[in-house]
């Protein structure tokens, strides 16, 4: 019986990748369990208010805070019981555009609530910010590829290299103020085809 002995390496134990792996997770574990418990980084829930970015993050928006016929508004979602900014992810960034409602299809009018309608602000194709506004053709457009999309279709491509829509927002009002009715249709964020 010497030391030199040559066991499987199932009966050798941790193995050196193990064991850095080993090591890798707990060293990220608290940071995993910050992000998973961070109310800022939740996704928009129902009933959570609307308020603008770069404004008063305690004033949440009305339908008539937004001017009709574009251009859109960037919005975080904030929990209104404990006054909760969800901006700890820019997936949660929302685009808010308030156009005549009689030009929308049935589904889009089915989420919008007092013309408004709620997407999300990130492109699906690259994962850019979605800032440009054509007024003449009302359609939204991103910047780094230009892919445009029909706000009053549930934000459908309709040029572009995007291989989705933009996550429609449902919304409703409450007290005036517009709320979330349901969570994101879709998968927000950068999407491969």
């Not at 251009?71 to 929990?79: M, T």
């Not at 299809?105 to 007092?114: G, P």
């Not at 602000?121 to 690259?126: D, E």
């Not at 009002?173 to 491969?192: E, S, Y």
């Amino acid at each position: 019986m010497g030391g030199d002995r040559q066991y499987p390496r199932a009966a050798r134990g941790i193995g050196r990748r193990s064991a850095l792996g080993f090591g890798l997770g707990l060293l990220t574990a608290p940071r995993l369990a910050l992000t998973q418990t961070d109310p800022a980084r939740e996704r928009p829930q129902e009933g959570d208010l609307l308020v603008k970015i770069g404004g008063d993050a305690t004033t949440a928006l009305k339908a008539a805070d937004l001017p009709l016929g574009g251009p859109q508004i960037l919005a975080w979602p904030i929990d209104p019981a404990n006054k909760t900014v969800r901006n700890g992810s820019r997936l949660n960034k929302v685009l808010l555009l308030r156009l005549d409602p009689a030009g929308f299809d049935a589904k889009t009018r089915e989420r919008s609530a007092d013309g408004v309608v709620a997407y999300s602000a990130i492109c699906p194709h690259a994962g850019c910010d979605v800032t440009q506004w054509l007024a003449p053709s009302q359609r939204l457009e991103c910047p780094c590829h230009f892919s445009q999309y029909d706000p009053k279709a549930g934000a459908e491509v309709v040029g572009g290299p995007s291989p989705h829509g933009l996550p429609a927002l449902p919304l409703k009002t409450v007290d005036g103020r517009l709320a979330v009715a349901k969570p994101f249709i879709g998968r927000v964020g950068f999407q491969q085809s």
